[in-house]
């Protein structure tokens, strides 16, 4: 087999690789330090050089080399003097050490990262408004790199997501501010705007410049909470700036009733453009083109519980989350 191996060059019988080269048993004996030895050695053309470069002493490295030697059973270096150089089954040897090294350390890297990967469950809750954008690119490479981890996504109103955190039924959870509760801590993920859409066959598209005169006529779809903030809040300030009531305000809980009512030309509404790009694209939904003043954006943060620290699983997907949507620094909004 060592014929075979090393080419022509003669074998010892005397070699333990000579009857059964997988012997485990045998490979048992084997130093890591000795190949390393005998790598620098025939790298550096002396055992001198190999001993600095390794914190050695010279003797110590001698030694190492000797015995790898009388382990293999063939001369793998020669001396000659002050030089040394490979024999011709060094030269055979000493690639394969290599690439047994770097196996082993390759291993030793893949471990490292299998016994750092995430494990666990978290629990994510958003609004219709925030599906789009937080469950595409971010869920997908989360679950890529943590494929040991059970996610669970809770849709509900602002409401149900300030009680789940508050009761520890949600880890994380995804707002459009404003949200005025100082028990939670906010850290802002990214802006958009809020577009003005409708129906291809609502009469606005035919506006050429709108004004809040033709908007403030118009049934208004707005989403159904309890409470007075997030994208609710956003609209019923730009009523309450321009002295209106919302005429006649059409709450709607899902975003597929948003899309139905739309189309059926039933209204308009005020959205996120990541949740309507899709059908804008399509055709199915039509953005009034908006003067600056009666423009919207909305500000999209995660929230969590300051009271109870986040588990492994939910601190990476936050993670996830900034990096997706580039945010350079994590601002921390209120506490």
Same mark, same amino acid.
């Given at each position: 087999?060592?014929?075979?191996?090393?080419? #022509?060059?003669?074998?010892?019988?005397?070699?333990?690789?000579?009857? #059964?080269?997988?012997?485990?048993?045998?490979?048992?004996?084997?130093?890591?330090?000795?190949?390393?030895?005998?790598?620098?050695?025939?790298?550096?053309?002396?055992?001198?050089?190999?001993?600095?470069?390794?914190?050695?002493?010279?003797?110590?490295?001698?030694?190492?080399?000797?015995?790898?030697?009388?382990?293999?059973?063939?001369?793998?270096?020669?001396?000659?003097?002050?030089?040394?150089?490979?024999s011709?089954?060094?030269?055979?040897?000493?690639?394969?050490?290599?690439?047994?090294?770097?196996?082993?350390?390759?291993?030793?890297d893949?471990?490292?990262?299998?016994?750092?990967?995430?494990?666990?469950?978290?629990?994510?809750?958003?609004?219709?408004?925030?599906?789009?954008?937080?469950?595409?690119?971010?869920?997908?490479?989360?679950?890529?790199?943590?494929? #040991?981890?059970?996610?669970?996504i809770?849709e509900?109103?602002?409401?149900?997501?300030?009680?789940?955190?508050? #009761?520890?039924?949600?880890?994380?959870?995804?707002?459009?501010?404003?949200?005025?509760?100082?028990?939670?801590?906010?850290?802002?993920?990214?802006?958009?705007?809020?577009?003005?859409?409708?129906?291809?066959?609502?009469?606005?598209?035919?506006?050429?410049?709108?004004?809040?005169?033709?908007?403030?006529?118009?049934?208004?779809?707005?989403?159904?909470?309890?409470?007075?903030?997030?994208?609710?809040y956003?609209?019923?300030?730009?009523?309450?700036?321009?002295?209106?009531?919302?005429?006649?305000?059409?709450?709607?809980?899902?975003?597929?009733?948003?899309?139905?009512?739309?189309?059926?030309?039933?209204?308009?509404?005020?959205?996120?453009?990541?949740?309507?790009?899709?059908?804008?694209?399509?055709?199915?939904?039509?953005?009034?083109k908006?003067?600056?003043a009666?423009?919207?954006?909305?500000?999209?943060?995660?929230?969590?519980?300051?009271?109870?620290?986040?588990?492994?699983?939910?601190?990476?997907?936050?993670?996830?989350?900034?990096?997706?949507?580039?945010?350079?620094?994590?601002?921390?909004?209120?506490?």
């Amino acid at each position: 087999v060592l014929k075979w191996f090393y080419g #022509n060059q003669s074998v010892s019988k005397k070699a333990p690789f000579a009857t #059964n080269l997988m012997n485990r048993s045998t490979l048992s004996h084997l130093e890591t330090s000795a190949l390393i030895a005998f790598i620098e050695v025939a790298e550096r053309g002396s055992f001198t050089a190999a001993a600095v470069a390794l914190n050695l002493s010279q003797p110590t490295i001698s030694q190492q080399v000797r015995r790898l030697e009388r382990f293999v059973g063939i001369k793998l270096l020669h001396r000659r003097s002050n030089q040394v150089y490979l024999s011709q089954a060094g030269e055979a040897f000493i690639s394969h050490c290599r690439a047994g090294l770097q196996n082993i350390e390759t291993g030793i890297d893949s471990a490292l990262r299998a016994s750092q990967a995430t494990a666990g469950k978290v629990t994510l809750g958003l609004t219709c408004f925030n599906i789009q954008r937080c469950l595409s690119n971010v869920l997908q490479r989360y679950c890529q790199q943590n494929p #040991n981890v059970s996610i669970q996504i809770l849709e509900g109103v602002p409401g149900d997501l300030v009680q789940g955190l508050q #009761n520890q039924t949600i880890d994380l959870a995804i707002f459009s501010l404003p949200v005025p509760v100082k028990l939670l801590e906010f850290e802002e993920l990214y802006e958009e705007p809020l577009l003005l859409v409708t129906g291809p066959d609502h009469p606005l598209t035919l506006v050429k410049d709108v004004t809040w005169h033709d908007i403030q006529h118009q049934p208004l779809l707005i989403p159904r909470q309890e409470t007075d903030f997030g994208i609710r809040y956003i609209i019923e300030e730009l009523y309450f700036t321009h002295q209106s009531k919302l005429n006649p305000a059409v709450e709607v809980t899902g975003c597929q009733s948003f899309q139905h009512l739309l189309g059926a030309n039933c209204g308009v509404a005020y959205l996120p453009r990541s949740q309507v790009q899709k059908d804008l694209e399509r055709g199915s939904l039509v953005d009034i083109k908006l003067p600056l003043a009666l423009s919207l954006t909305h500000k999209v943060a995660i929230a969590s519980h300051p009271k109870y620290p986040l588990n492994p699983a939910a601190k990476k997907l936050a993670e996830t989350m900034r990096k997706v949507v580039h945010l350079p620094k994590v601002q921390v909004l209120s506490k």
